[in-house]
């Protein structure tokens, strides 16, 4: 199920909201365990509920399954608390 109200932009919002962090930060190519974490999870969010392929370039599969893992054992919510 895609969350309806999301775009790219409006889910790293939402990411950077859940972890304390700014959009800019985000987007960054900081390699800190943080930032890694955070996009990992807007990656695995972007291709899980937004539909957005991904590429090995962009989004690499690990980055992806990391923030499954991520979300699932922070029980972090895409959907506003």
């Given amino acids: 199920m ?3 109200r999301y775009d790219l932009e409006n889910l790293i919002q939402r990411v950077a909201e859940i972890m304390d962090m700014s959009p800019e930060q985000i987007m960054n190519s900081g390699k800190g365990r943080k930032s890694v974490h955070t996009r990992s999870v807007l990656c695995y969010w972007a291709t899980d509920q937004l ?3 991904a590429r090995a370039d ?3 599969k690990p980055a ?3 923030g499954k893992e991520l979300v699932k054992v922070q029980s972090y919510s895409l959907l506003d608390a």
């Fill in 58 to 60: 962009i989004e690499p």
């Fill in 64 to 66: 992806i399954s990391r």
């Fill in 51 to 53: 539909g957005i392929t």
């Fill in 2 to 4: 895609q969350a309806e």
